[in-house]
């Protein structure tokens, strides 16, 4: 019978969640659910001078935002919990020293300077740099004479003296040399274990049966095979191997790959632009997979159904914001009018241009505006700029200068004031009424061309020169601060 699949991510909370890392997450997330698994979140803090709080607290927020629900893990709790490295500590010591006692692993007091002189000895002889294995062997007298000098050990892994090959679900059968495998530290001489030793433990009691990650890792897959090999001997979890599949690189401008410090990379700064968490997760599953050759758009249920592993490009994929943005713009315009309103409301907020809660008069606002904007809008941000003079209050609004020195020099505050006289005396004020007024007055009385006789009239009453169509924007901003807004800008 075969296992059912669990896959996990288990991010480290330092700094802001980037791009890469929610990549990770929906494919794993995708793969779990793709085979009716279960998906883990935990989280790596074992780093006390890196790892803080707020960061830990973001990639809950986040992990949130985007949708991508855990079935175990940090928040919600499991069989297999704490979820949290830091709480776990008692556990990889406990790991560490069984692997000690069967023999899996070794303490070794080289000091830095001793380490760098025989890797510099060994690549002037251009033999592997990795650990000679100096310290494998120790009795126990050579052990207490090296702490009665005073140096306190790490704990290194004992590497078997072997090929290792395994069958990457992305990339196919790799094999390393044994040379290129030597050990590696497993506890600092601090006592702290590194994630060599705390993520193949975290692996084997939460019976993780798959693991997705980045290409970055890729060389550390022979040692926690080594460990899951060793696991089994000394009965830490099943005593199975997870499957790997090493996700592609992300890249950004240049070449390079996509680093934490790239503006694109900052995850938390396109909730902020206005993405919809949809549209960002479609972009990034098309970094590295496709649903198909030619559809870009598509759900994350869509998704879910068609998710393959082995269809992940092991290429590395290159992250293009234009294309980002025209992807989450779809998604906008797969809303409905009332889905697309809620949405917006919170970048309102943040604006300072309705209520927190929303009056049930701004929301009306809002939604009669929506129609006018829907099909224009990339980003929710975009339809703030847009519809902001529809909800500034008097005092707060504000010509942008740039648009005011074209748009309303000599001749453009004719046309003003030949649109203000038109308006004044309309008996029904309606988008067709408000349209056949201004056409008579600039088009045939003036004789100008649309584009002339409507921009100096659009950026008296909007304050820019991009905003939703005209005679619908002055229906709903009514006939008293549309002739007042005329008149301010005459003065």
């Not at 991510?9 to 009716?36: D, E, I, K, Q, Y």
């Not at 303490?107 to 510099?120: F, G, W």
């Not at 713009?329 to 927190?356: I, K």
């Not at 505050?413 to 029904?428: D, F, N, P, Q, Y």
Request: glycine share 8%; aromatic share 8%; hydrophobic share 40%.
């Amino acid at each position: 019978m075969t296992k059912p699949v669990v896959a996990r991510f288990c991010p480290s909370p330092t700094g802001n969640p980037h791009v890469g890392m929610a990549r990770t997450a929906l494919f794993s997330w995708a793969f779990a659910r793709h085979h009716g698994g279960r998906f883990v979140f935990r989280i790596e803090d074992t780093d006390a001078a890196r790892d803080n709080e707020e960061s830990y607290q973001l990639l809950i927020d986040v992990m949130r935002w985007l949708g991508l629900d855990w079935d175990e893990g940090v928040e919600v709790g499991g069989p297999d919990g704490p979820y949290r490295q830091s709480e776990r500590m008692d556990i990889y010591a406990d790991v560490a020293q069984r692997l000690i006692d069967a023999g899996f692993a070794y303490k070794a007091y080289d000091t830095a300077e001793e380490l760098e002189e025989r890797r510099e000895k060994a690549r002037a002889e251009g033999r592997p740099s990795g650990y000679d294995g100096l310290h494998r062997d120790l009795s126990v007298e050579q052990q207490q004479a090296f702490e009665a000098e005073g140096r306190r050990p790490v704990i290194r892994f004992k590497m078997p003296a072997k090929d290792w090959t395994f069958d990457d679900l992305v990339r196919g059968p790799i094999t390393f040399g044994a040379e290129n495998v030597q050990d590696f530290v497993i506890v600092r001489a601090n006592g702290q274990p590194l994630y060599t030793l705390t993520n193949p433990t975290d692996d084997a009691l939460m019976g993780i049966t798959h693991v997705l990650r980045g290409e970055d890792l890729l060389s550390s897959t022979p040692r926690q095979i080594a460990l899951y090999e060793a696991f089994a001997e000394i009965g830490v979890g099943d005593g199975s191997t997870p499957q790997f599949a090493h996700l592609p690189y992300v890249m950004g401008s240049g070449n390079k790959k996509l680093s934490k410090r790239d503006p694109e990379s900052n995850l938390l700064g396109y909730r902020e632009q206005g993405f919809l968490p949809e549209g960002l997760l479609n972009y990034l599953a098309l970094l590295g997979w496709s649903i198909a050759e030619d559809r870009d758009i598509f759900t994350l249920a869509e998704m879910v159904e068609a998710f393959e592993i082995s269809r992940v490009n092991p290429n590395p994929a290159r992250f293009d914001l234009k294309k980002c943005e025209a992807i989450n713009g779809d998604h906008v315009r797969l809303l409905s009018l009332d889905e697309f309103t809620d949405r917006l409301v919170p970048y309102f907020q943040s604006a300072g241009l309705v209520d927190d809660p929303i009056t049930e008069e701004q929301h009306a606002t809002l939604a009669s505006a929506a129609p006018l904007v829907h099909e224009r809008t990339n980003l929710l941000t975009e339809a703030v700029a847009m519809l902001r003079f529809l909800l500034v209050s008097e005092a707060d609004f504000a010509i942008d200068e740039a648009d005011r020195a074209k748009q309303l020099d000599e001749k453009g505050l004719e046309v003003v004031s030949a649109a203000r006289k038109a308006l004044a005396g309309l008996g029904e004020w309606a988008t067709e009424s408000i349209e056949g007024a201004l056409r008579r007055a600039l088009i045939e009385g003036l004789g100008l061309k649309p584009r002339l006789a409507f921009g100096p009239v659009r950026v008296a009453v909007t304050g820019s020169r991009v905003s939703p169509p005209l005679f619908e924007s002055l229906e709903l901003l009514g006939r008293d601060t549309t002739l007042a807004r005329l008149d301010a800008a005459l003065a």
